[in-house]
């Protein structure tokens, strides 16, 4: 993870893990799987240099043949910027659909809606999803609380690209696995 994911999961209110977003509770370490990454070897990407994957992180930061790998990934699912700002939908601040205080992100969202409408069973349509490329700004949900706790658990924008075809992205993703084998 790169330091402004793992900062956003590590937010001092509650911290969730960066994969599934559940909330992460004081633990032990994982001695076992430290023990594996130790002794587990694989070639980098880039140059094919074989090393332990405790030692890959460090290696892939100088391995410029590990980053020309990396930019190539990068090149072929980047698209031209949108030029047009004015038809770029907001998906950072959200209304909330039944007081229509404004401002939230999509953790105070949630929060919010949790703390004052948890009783509200009128159907509203959600701000965060009707924002989306796929969303629709129509669809009224039957529960909205649910919808919340269950679809917004995380912020899309953690795993999405926006402005990345999506058919480009899938073919990148195939390509890279059977060059990963």
């Known amino acids: 993870f790169c330091t402004p994911c793992l900062q956003e999961c590590l937010k001092p209110k509650k911290p969730v893990c960066g994969v599934c977003r559940s909330t992460l509770s004081p633990g032990s370490r994982a001695l ?16 094919n240099k074989k ?4 030692k890959m992180r460090s290696h892939a930061a100088s391995c410029s043949k590990y980053q020309n790998y990396i930019m190539e990934g990068v090149k072929a699912v980047t698209k031209e910027p949108l030029h047009n700002t004015r038809n770029f939908p907001n998906r950072f601040t959200f209304p909330c ?3 229509s205080e404004k401002n939230f992100d999509q953790e105070g969202l949630v ?7 948890s ?8 701000p965060i999803c009707a924002s989306m490329p796929w969303g629709d700004p129509n669809y ?7 919808h ?9 924008d953690t795993f999405v690209d926006y402005d990345a ?17």
Do not use: W
């Open 97 to 99: 659909p039944y007081c």
């Open 148 to 156: 919340l706790q269950r679809r917004h658990r995380f912020s899309y």
């Open 32 to 47: 076992d799987l430290e023990k594996q990454i130790e002794t587990t070897e694989a070639a980098c990407n880039g140059c």
């Open 51 to 54: 090393m332990y994957l405790s």
């Open 165 to 181: 075809d999506e058919d480009d992205m899938m073919a990148q993703v195939l390509m890279r696995s059977l060059r990963d084998k």
């Open 140 to 146: 009224r949900s039957a529960n909205f609380m649910e």
């Open 111 to 117: 929060e919010h809606c949790k703390t004052l409408h």
């Open 119 to 126: 009783m509200d069973a009128k159907q509203v349509v959600c």
